[in-house]
């Protein structure tokens, strides 16, 4: 139980293109899902908190006109990188939270956006 | 806000030795201390947690302590195989939303 997806797992596109990606509660429904960015040999950093049905929260110094974060459903949330630029260039992993009383977060297997 | 500092960056040991990474925590509204193992190139996988009203939890191999008067709790990894590399994560939450530490990467040699 609690399995996180995310897709595509790396990506690879050229500067100045959006990229999309999804991440996916497939065994029970999240209400709350996290993005993290990680740079090589770093901790994980919040990005955002995504909720279903209303608009994500942000951490101070991330632009949310540059990453744009969808939770329409309660098993699905997409993060879009848009114009993307090669300082983007990192391991993108989300996690998903049983429900809001619960600490326990689930991570996805992360996605690889390298930006050309 | 949570300041997490985790020790030691870089841990390698004999295969059989155990492992022992120390973590303390600067927010004594901190309630909920997961533990993550992170194999290259995937996302982190929760091994052990505890909550702030418990001292101590093993499960097979694995153990974490906590002491709350200290702020500080320990990853113990007993009888380690070469499997067991990987960055090891902890992680103090309050609000629901963990604070990690900056990882440990532990190395165990055959």
């Known amino acids: 139980g609690a399995v996180v997806s995310q897709h595509p797992s790396w990506v690879i596109c050229k500067s100045g293109t959006s990229v999309k990606i999804e991440c996916r509660s497939l065994d029970f429904q999240a209400t709350t899902m996290f993005w993290y960015r990680q740079f090589p040999k770093q901790s994980l950093m919040l990005m955002a908190t995504s909720n279903e049905g209303s608009k994500a929260t942000y951490e101070q110094g991330v632009e949310k006109d540059k990453f744009l974060i969808n939770h329409a459903s309660l098993t699905l949330s997409t993060l879009t990188v848009t114009s993307a630029h090669p300082e983007d260039s990192s391991f993108y992993i989300c996690?998903?939270?049983?429900?809001?009383?619960?600490?326990?977060?689930?991570f996805g297997p992360g996605t690889r956006l390298t930006v050309l | 806000g949570e300041n997490v500092e985790q020790h030691p960056s870089t841990l390698s040991v004999q295969e059989g030795d155990s492992a022992v990474i120390k973590c303390t925590y600067s927010d004594s509204a901190s309630n909920y201390f997961p533990w993550y193992k992170q194999e290259l190139g995937k996302g982190p996988q929760l091994i052990i947690d505890?909550?702030?009203?418990?001292g101590e939890k093993k499960d097979q191999r694995i153990a974490v302590t906590l002491n709350k008067t200290a702020k500080h709790f320990s990853l113990h990894i007993t009888e380690t195989q070469p499997e067991d590399s990987a960055v090891y994560f902890c992680?103090?939450?309050?609000?629901?939303?963990?604070?990690f530490g900056r990882g440990t990467s532990l190395i165990v040699h055959p």
């Open positions: 505890i909550r702030s009203n418990v």
């Open positions: 992680a103090a939450s309050t609000t629901y939303i963990p604070t």
């Open positions: 996690s998903a939270r049983l429900g809001a009383d619960y600490n326990e977060q689930f």
